[in-house]
């Protein structure tokens, strides 16, 4: 069933809540921009200290007068520190079981000339998906049961993950798996849940203790009537019955509206409700160093399910993939014309 159409159950259409979660993510430079940015841009960027650096600092300014044995102590330390400071937290996506991708879109795909990417909070959903693992080159992208999508045209890369068996991961599941995966990926459980048209919260929590929904009409029962526990199969079963009574139309309705484009942020959605309607996520941002203005990164799924694809940009050749956020009362994709186009964030 369509999460980008019109989704039917008996005698009423079931759209999905995503009532947890922060879209909202500021962005950090990759060290080509660092270089490139000028003095009076740092507001825009982050810089991670040089770990190396400052413990050379520390040692030719201070430890230097210890004993031998206290200086080896001491060094080990700051060598320790340094290489948490230039490596940092490393994000994890379940679906690859630990496997190590070609490539991440971060590294793959750079801001244009004379932008960098802003500072994000370690661990945010912005940060998260500013990593996601892509396929190596640019593949075509293919639909759940393996066969090629007709349109090859749309894509500037492909992420690296599955889609399912059966034709429910098109636009706004997909959306809503990456959060998903996320919030699953840190351990925050109690964040995954969603509400049905009805107002009933599926939460994984429930789940995980055994309790199913039944859908009778308009109304949903909670049964204990499966397996209790958590593992990352037991998720992925959640998944694929929020997916059932995903939609645009719940997203449009049920997220935080945004109703100021100027605070644009990772992770937020851009929504057409309807039947069918479209949902687009927002990937990455970067921002001019001298003028301030602001590009982004998209990227979707479709219908039938498909894989999850950045986005080219149809409009600005010389810009794409990013998409300018002077885009007007309208925002062109290769792949849906968004009208006064809605955006919505994830609820903390």
């Known amino acids: 069933m369509s999460s980008c159409g019109n989704r039917k159950i008996q005698g009423g259409s079931w759209p999905t809540l995503l009532a947890h979660g922060n879209a909202h993510g500021e962005l950090a430079s990759t060290q080509k921009n660092e270089r490139q940015a000028a003095p009076a841009a740092r507001d825009f960027f982050a810089w991670r200290p040089s770990g190396l650096h400052a413990a050379a600092g520390v040692y030719f300014h201070g430890i230097r007068h210890l004993p031998s044995v206290g200086r080896w102590f001491v060094v080990a330390g700051l060598a320790l520190w340094a290489l948490w400071a230039v490596a940092g937290p490393q994000p994890v996506y379940p679906w690859l079981s630990g496997a190590k991708p070609p490539s991440i879109l971060m590294e793959r795909i750079e801001p244009p000339d004379g932008y960098g990417r802003a500072a994000v909070a370690e661990e945010s959903f912005g940060w998260w998906l500013r990593r996601l693992p892509l396929k190596a080159d640019n593949p075509p992208v293919r639909l759940f049961d393996g066969s090629l999508k007709l349109n090859q045209a749309a894509h500037y890369a492909v992420v690296q993950m599955d889609v399912g068996r059966r034709d429910l991961q098109q636009c706004a599941d997909a959306i809503l798996r990456l959060r998903a995966e996320y919030l699953y990926s840190l351990g925050k459980l109690d964040a995954i849940q969603f509400r049905f048209t009805s107002g009933d919260l599926a939460s994984y929590r429930k789940w995980i203790a055994g309790f199913r929904p039944r859908v009778q009409g308009n109304r949903v029962t909670w049964l204990q009537t499966g397996a209790s526990g958590d593992s990352y199969k037991a998720f992925r079963g959640y998944l694929r019955t929020l997916f059932t009574y995903a939609g645009t139309a719940s997203m449009s309705r049920d997220l935080e ?18 039947y069918p309607g479209h949902a687009v996520l927002v990937l990455d941002l970067a921002r001019h160093w001298r003028t301030g203005e602001r590009v982004f990164l998209l990227g979707q799924s479709y219908m039938p399910a498909q894989e999850f694809e950045v986005l080219k940009n149809p409009v600005a050749s010389s810009l794409s993939p990013w998409y300018s956020l002077e885009f007007g009362e309208t925002l062109r994709t290769p792949e849906w014309v968004f009208r006064g186009p809605k955006l919505r964030r994830f609820r903390d």
């Open 257 to 274: 509206k945004v109703d100021d484009w100027r605070v644009l942020g990772m992770g937020d959605v851009i929504v057409e409700p309807g």
